[in-house]
C-alpha cells in the first residue's frame, strides 16, 4: 500500500483510519504485525507497550507508559562499585557527547550511606564520582537533551497555537463535553468525515437489525413449547346419560317403556254402563 497526500493550502493527508465499531469493543483503526519504520516525528494522546502478562500469559496483559519529558531527553544509569579511595570513573559511549547535551546526575548509595559527588562532569565522554566508601555500590543515572542534526532541525514545541481553521476543534470532543463534529478532522475533512459518519451510521443500524433478530429468535427457541391443539374431527364426543326405564306401574299400553299418565281409582257399581238403577220411592 503505497499512499499519498494531496496538495492544497495545508496540504492532504496519504492515510485516514478510524476503529470500526462493533457491539461488545470497537476494532483499531491500523494493525502492524511486525516492525514499523517512522522517518518523520509521531504524535500520539498516550503510548504504552502491551505484551502477555509475565504471571498469567494465557489470561491478562501488562501494560507500561512511556517515560515522557517536554524535552528531547535521553535517559542513561547504571552501577558501580567506588575503589579504594571511595572514588569512580564511569565510561559513557563513544557517541555519547555528540548525541547530548545539557547533562544531569543522580547519585544514590546503595548499602550505606556517604556524601558522593559528581567530582568531574561529562568529558570525553566520562565522568568521575568521589566522597565515598571503598567498596560502597553506587546507582547513577545521567540524562542529556539530543542534539543531533533531525533533533535540532525538528525540535518539538512544548505549547503551540492551533492554526485558524482548527479553533474550536478537539483532538477528543467528548472529554470537554462537545459533539464528534467538533473532533480535529471535521475542521481538516468535513465532506469525508460526513461520509465516514454516514457510513459507521448505516453500519450501526444493520448490526442492531442483526442483534435484534438474534434475540427474537434465541427467545423463540428458548419459549416452552405447548402442546399441539387436536383437530376438530378427533374432539372427543360427549356422551348422552342414559334413562333408565320407569317402573311397572308407571308404564303405558301403547308402549311399555314410556310413562304412563295419572289413574283415578275405579268404582266397579258407578262405572258399569250396563246396568241403570232407578231411584227407589
Known amino acids: ?5 494531496g496538495g492544497g493550502s495545508y496540504g492532504g ?3 485516514l483510519a478510524q476503529a470500526g465499531i462493533g457491539s461488545t469493543a470497537p476494532g483499531v483503526a491500523g494493525v502492524f504485525d511486525g516492525d514499523v519504520s517512522v522517518t518523520g ?3 500520539k494522546s498516550s503510548g504504552s507497550f502491551k505484551i502477555d502478562h509475565p504471571l498469567d500469559p494465557a489470561n491478562k496483559y501488562l501494560y507500561h507508559s512511556f517515560v515522557e519529558s517536554p524535552d528531547m531527553m535521553n535517559v542513561y544509569n547504571g552501577n558501580i562499585v567506588l575503589d579504594d579511595k571511595g572514588e569512580a570513573v564511569i565510561q559513557m559511549p563513544e557517541w555519547f557527547g555528540v548525541l547530548n547535551r545539557d547533562f544531569r546526575y543522580q547519585l544514590t548509595c546503595i548499602g550505606g550511606f556517604a ?7 561529562i568529558n570525553n565522554n566520562q565522568f568521575k ?18 542534539q543531533d542534526a533531525w533533533a535540532n532541525a525538528h525540535r518539538i514545541p512544548v505549547e503551540q497555537e492551533k492554526e485558524p481553521r ?3 476543534f478537539y483532538i477528543h470532543p467528548e472529554l470537554y463535553g462537545a459533539p464528534p463534529e467538533k473532533q480535529i478532522e471535521w475542521a481538516r475533512h468535513p465532506q469525508m468525515m460526513k461520509r465516514m459518519k454516514e ?3 448505516a453500519q450501526q443500524a444493520r448490526m442492531n437489525t442483526a442483534q435484534s433478530q438474534t434475540r427474537q429468535t434465541s427467545f423463540a427457541e428458548n419459549a416452552p413449547q405447548r402442546p399441539p391443539s387436536p383437530p376438530a374431527s378427533a374432539a372427543p364426543k360427549a356422551e348422552t346419560p342414559s334413562i333408565p326405564p320407569p317402573p311397572p306401574h308407571m308404564r303405558s299400553s301403547a308402549n311399555p317403556n314410556a310413562p304412563a299418565g295419572p289413574t283415578l281409582p275405579r268404582n266397579s ?9 232407578p231411584p227407589s220411592q
Not at 500500500?1 to 497526500?5: C, D, E, F, P, Q
Open 269 to 277: 257399581a258407578a262405572d258399569s254402563p250396563s246396568e241403570v238403577h
Open 115 to 121: 556524601p558522593v559527588y559528581v567530582a568531574e562532569e
Open 1 to 5: 500500500l503505497v499512499a499519498y497526500g
Open 41 to 43: 516525528s509521531l504524535s
Open 166 to 168: 482548527l479553533r474550536g
Open 129 to 146: 564520582i568521589a566522597g565515598g566508601k571503598p567498596g560502597l555500590k553506587i546507582s547513577w543515572q545521567v540524562t542529556g537533551i539530543r
Open 13 to 15: 493527508d496519504g492515510m
Open 199 to 201: 457510513q459507521r451510521e
